[in-house]
């Protein structure tokens, strides 16, 4: 077995990652081979850096105070969530009372609308009645069926 030992240095500019290093060669054998280390190296214990300093106490406590803030949003925004989401969106069931009216002579709209809606304003029911009939005359004898809540 022999071992081939690279004389010369390698060009930068030809060179690719396997060969930029001069301890490292390639013979046309194609196969990596390391060269002697160099005389002037030497093993140097590995030394502790230090990239950054410490933060101070203040960065410490605006650190908590924002992962606070954030903290207290995530769950404002999950209660609001889950309320909308809680919601019961099914409608309750309305008893409908129905009230058939004889209309009798001198009834008026307006005295119709008072006696079938009495908590309701009489313009409105009087504009109501008007539309589902069709025609604001009324005769006597005429029936009125009114459906309220």
């Known amino acids: 077995m022999s ?11 030809t060179s690719n990652h396997t060969t930029s290093n001069p301890a490292y060669s390639k013979p046309s054998s194609g196969r990596l081979l390391r060269s002697a280390p160099p005389a002037t190296a030497r093993s140097v214990a590995p030394t502790r850096v230090r990239l950054h300093e410490r933060p101070s106490a203040a960065a410490f406590r605006r650190r908590r105070v924002v992962a606070g803030v954030l903290g207290l949003g995530l769950v404002f925004v999950t209660a609001q969530a889950a309320e909308a989401v809680g919601h019961d969106t099914k409608v309750s069931p309305v008893t409908v009372a129905t009230i058939h009216y004889r209309v009798r002579t001198g009834d008026t709209l ?3 609308a008072r006696v079938v809606a009495p908590n309701d304003d009489p313009r409105a029911v009087v504009d109501l009645m008007v539309q589902a009939r069709g025609s604001s005359v ?3 004898g005429d029936l009125i069926d009114w459906a309220s809540q």
């Open 138 to 140: 009324i005769e006597p």
């Open 110 to 112: 307006w005295s119709i």
């Open 3 to 13: 071992v081939m030992f690279a004389t010369t240095t390698p060009n930068p500019a």
